[in-house]
């Protein structure tokens, strides 16, 4: 995200130059300027991608830990309930 930043101010620095300052370089041409935003657009969206794959990998990680976490307590439950028939057949 960083870099789309960076890109991001480069391109507002270069191809919306000041109209008032005085000028220091030839200014980028439309077409320039159009290039830099095709490639600043490719550059967000291969980021936006990685990210979205990212929060469905994550998504599933969580998914499957909590089908875990639901499969140990059903063990414990039966356990505890075992431990508890036991208990209440001794007496």
């Known amino acids: 995200m960083r870099a789309a930043s960076i890109s ?21 041409t439309a077409d320039e300027c159009r290039a830099e935003v095709s490639r600043l657009h490719a550059l967000l969206a291969a980021e936006v991608a990685e990210r979205q794959r990212v929060t469905r990998v994550a998504a599933r990680r969580e998914d499957a830990m909590r089908r875990q976490l639901d499969a ?13 028939r036991v208990r209440t057949e001794s007496r």
């Open 8 to 28: 991001a101010a480069m391109l507002l620095a270069g191809c919306a130059a000041n109209p008032l300052a005085p000028p220091v370089a030839k200014a980028p």
């Open 72 to 84: 140990m307590k059903a063990i414990e439950r039966s356990i505890l309930e075992r431990e508890e």
